[in-house]
């Protein structure tokens, strides 16, 4: 059995989306984990395990990703639109506090929540993004994104993703890269191996400022006071080393860390982010949160 249960909500639209629900505490706030732009619930599970179950973590599939329903708009394949997604879920859910742990786009749109309701965030991790990001990281971004290709095997998608990704992770090994083709990949009913998520969330990001939604230190200021953790790959292209910095000097608790020799995005399973997130966990306090 897995140490989850797979649940859904519905969206404002009438999308049927998909998260992972690790159990936990109820008098702790739950962990709500968002990933990246072509990432989904499955990258969080080596973190949901290690925190649950001292901790409820919940991981979301976004609309058009893993186990969710493709929109049929792709249009509303944008940060604004996640964010009413996450709104619902939250409401239904009946969780008034909570922390945030934001990958990429995933930190995009924990940022837009501080931004809607500060009050009910109590924490955050933002995993290599920021209010800015890097001209030259998008334009990879772009480069990529909504190309749809598939594989025979797991090993031939392993060294796929370790061809494209190899700067990324200098360390990684194969047992490595097959784990991250199983979370980006899935099994078609004709036995071919490909990318887990509709190809149209590539029209809207390719719209200039569809990316980043509105002005981003302004939301970053939602997170002013809370316990906040940076966290960034030391050659990322997509989160500016003076960018971070800024962004650890104005929230009155943040920290930044960043790992040595990884791109865009660290795991979140190094040793030193692990020892981040335990740190940021701490100075969470214990508050009633039902659902």
């Known amino acids: 059995?897995?140490?989850?249960?797979?649940?859904?909500?519905?969206?404002?639209?009438?999308?049927?989306?998909?998260?992972?629900?690790?159990?936990?505490?109820?008098?702790?706030?739950?962990?709500l984990c968002l990933p990246g732009l072509?990432?989904?619930?499955?990258?969080?599970?080596?973190l949901a395990r290690r925190l649950s179950p001292e901790w409820r973590v919940i991981t979301v599939d976004l609309r058009g990703r893993g186990d969710s329903g493709y929109a049929k708009?792709?249009?509303?394949?944008?940060?604004?639109t996640y964010v009413q997604d996450i709104e619902a879920l939250l409401g239904e859910l009946g969780v008034s506090r909570y922390i945030a742990f934001g990958t990429?786009?995933?930190?995009?749109?924990?940022?837009?929540?501080?931004?809607?309701?500060?009050?009910?965030?109590?924490?955050?991790?933002?995993n290599d993004v920021g209010p800015e990001i890097m001209p030259e990281g998008l334009s990879r971004i772009r480069s990529y994104v909504g190309k749809s290709n598939s594989w025979p095997t797991w090993l031939h998608a392993a060294r796929a993703v370790a061809e494209a990704n190899g700067d990324v992770y200098p360390h990684f090994?194969?047992?490595d890269w097959l784990a991250m083709a199983k979370r980006l990949y899935r099994l078609t009913s004709a036995g071919r191996i490909v990318l887990d998520y509709d190809m149209k969330i590539a029209e809207p990001f390719r719209v200039p400022g569809n990316e980043a939604?509105?002005?981003?230190?302004?939301?970053?200021?939602g997170l002013k006071t809370v316990p906040a953790l940076v966290v960034?790959?030391?050659t990322s292209d997509v989160l500016a080393a003076s960018v971070a910095e800024r962004m650890a000097s104005v929230l009155d608790a943040?920290?930044?860390?960043?790992v040595a020799d990884t791109g865009h995005a660290p795991t979140l399973d190094e040793p030193e982010v692990a020892a981040a997130i335990e740190r940021l966990l701490a100075r969470i306090p214990a508050e009633p949160a039902s659902g």
């Not at 009438?14 to 008098?27: I, V």
């Not at 072509?38 to 080596?46: E, I, K, L």
């Not at 708009?73 to 604004?80: A, E, F, G, S, W």
């Open 104 to 126: 990429s786009l995933g930190g995009i749109v924990a940022m837009l929540l501080a931004g809607t309701a500060r009050e009910t965030l109590m924490g955050v991790l933002l």
């Open 254 to 258: 943040g920290e930044l860390v960043t």
């Open 173 to 175: 090994q194969l047992e």
């Open 213 to 221: 939604g509105p002005d981003m230190w302004r939301a970053l200021d």
């Open 73 to 80: 708009d792709p249009m509303t394949y944008v940060p604004l």
């Open 1 to 31: 059995m897995p140490p989850y249960e797979n649940r859904y909500w519905w969206s404002n639209d009438g999308l049927r989306l998909h998260y992972r629900d690790y159990p936990g505490p109820s008098e702790r706030p739950p962990i």
């Open 232 to 234: 960034r790959g030391a």
């Open 38 to 46: 072509t990432r989904n619930a499955r990258d969080y599970d080596d």
